[in-house]
């Protein structure tokens, strides 16, 4: 241990006994979360042409930073032309006491009648939900009006993170989506339930991917919620008898196919090897198609299992590893850690518990600790550093905070605001796991030249 990571850690000590001081007062920090209206933006800015209204103050238009700028380089949320995606009603208290409806029905026919909007959305803050407005009528009022779409995402900021805003999002849009006209084929297939948190090269690399894991057994994708594309092309879903539900949107799936009466199945997140071995038997089986299915993963495993020879024994073999994050993520990230020959030690989710179903079973044998709020994130995290050596630690940017004596970290996740993809660079699928690896690797051997350089400086000190 350098001198430098010497410091860090009585620096964590002296943190984590502060806050063992004040374990018996009540903790009113914040929440390690994100929340409820950030998903539904992530919503509208996964649908190009898409449009939101927001019924709140001013305020509401100044979060689109957490994702413009930050997470999503390639985001079109704001626009120095001063046609913003995202609107808002600019509603203070001293509005409330008078009918809410034809303001807001106001600002959704302006929005909804411009040429370049595709589609509207319209949520709501809470102090603007006490008013009563009914805004479904509103929104089909000014569908009928300007002939475009317009659909209602109930605002539950009070209840919700942004996991269930951009759930609902997905719902919404599945509720209320003109769906008509579609011409469902056997061998035709959408996905719902993508999440597609940013518009950069590694969730396009990812939706290139899963197209191909769909072609490999005679598939045809009609379409992805959500995928980055058009309002228009949102109705792709209609054309697919079978409906791919993801975790981000298993709501929205079912309610899809209940609407144009394809078959729902239901499939984890191609991550790790595990994940993408099942979604190929379950297409192979459910589609006739067994035999191409185990050809394109003996495919793929060919190609990568050489490139790990090296890795495995010399870089990964027992080290051990944590997460901060989404719990969708945590089974297929224990699953490529474990391959690996590393260990999960510990898994934060900054998710509400309700959403950690998925991910329980992947939880076996690790200290977890999820939705805290921060002086037990903190505590959290500080105790696993000091109770044994972290080789690296994967976090959205809530992880990023904290000192970490000789760990790598890797950013991964929402948000990411360190890290990004300007080159196609997929996390799911076969490729996703070469390129996560990939990255995993390297930031392990760069931590090591980190940690040698600074012994040779404290070394040539002495």
């Known amino acids: 241990m350098t001198a430098g990571s010497e410091r860090q850690r009585r620096l964590l000590e002296r943190l984590v006994a502060r806050l063992e001081a004040d374990a018996g007062e009540e903790d009113f920090s914040m929440r390690v979360a994100y929340p409820y209206l ?18 709140g103050p001013d305020c509401s238009y100044m979060k689109t930073q957490y994702i413009q700028g930050n997470h999503d380089w390639l985001s079109t949320l704001t626009s120095v032309a001063g046609y913003h995606r995202v609107a808002n009603t600019a509603l203070h208290p001293s509005m409330m006491t008078a009918s809410r409806e034809e303001p807001v029905r106001a600002l959704l026919r302006r929005v909804a009648s411009r040429p370049a909007t595709g589609g509207t959305l319209l949520t709501t803050m809470p102090m603007a939900a006490i008013t009563g407005a009914d805004y479904d009528r509103l929104c089909r009022e000014v569908a009928r009006e300007t002939r475009k779409d317009v659909a209602h995402v109930p605002g539950r900021s009070l209840s919700g993170d942004w996991l269930d805003g951009y759930d609902r999002t997905l719902y919404a849009l599945a509720r209320q989506l003109d ?24 969730h396009s690399a990812n939706l290139r991917v899963l197209r191909e894991m769909c072609e490999a057994v005679g598939l045809e994708l009609t379409g992805v919620w959500l995928s980055g594309g058009s309002w228009a092309g949102l ?5 697919a008898a079978t409906i791919l539900s993801l975790p981000y949107g298993r709501a929205a799936a079912r309610e899809v196919a209940r609407r144009t009466g394809a078959e729902v199945v239901e499939l984890p997140l191609p991550f790790g090897l595990r994940a993408c071995e099942e979604w190929m038997r379950v297409l192979g089986e459910r589609f006739g198609a067994v035999d191409r299915a185990r050809a394109y993963v003996d495919r793929m ?6 490139r790990l020879e090296w890795l ?20 297929g990230f224990r699953d490529i850690v474990e391959l690996l020959g590393a260990r999960l030690r510990f898994a934060v989710l900054t998710n ?35 109770d044994g050596e972290l080789h690296l630690l994967v976090a959205n940017n809530y992880g990023m905070s904290v000192p970490l004596p000789d760990a790598a970290v890797v950013e991964f996740g929402f948000p990411s605001v360190y890290t990004h993809a300007l080159y196609d660079r997929p996390f799911f699928g076969y490729p996703g ?15 090591e030249l980190a940690r040698a350089r600074a012994a040779t400086l404290e070394a040539g000190e002495s």
């Open 38 to 55: 950030l998903g539904v933006y992530l919503g509208v800015n996964a649908v190009r042409d898409a449009f939101l209204v927001v019924e």
């Open 179 to 202: 769906l008509s006209g579609g011409r469902p084929r056997p061998r035709k297939v959408a996905i719902v339930g993508y999440l597609h948190d940013r518009n950069e090269a590694d």
């Open 352 to 386: 509400r518990p309700a959403h950690a179903g998925l991910a329980r079973p992947a939880l076996e044998g690790v200290a977890g600790l999820p939705w805290p709020k921060l002086k037990a994130f903190v505590h959290f995290l500080c105790r696993q550093l000091l």
């Open 301 to 306: 495993l060919a190609d990568i299992g050489p």
């Open 433 to 447: 796991f070469l390129a996560f690896v990939d990255t995993l690797a390297n930031a392990l051997r760069q931590n």
């Open 235 to 239: 109705r792709g879903v209609g054309d």
């Open 312 to 331: 495995i024994p010399f870089l990964f073999q027992n080290r051990e590893v944590g997460y901060v994050g989404d719990p969708h993520l945590v089974p």
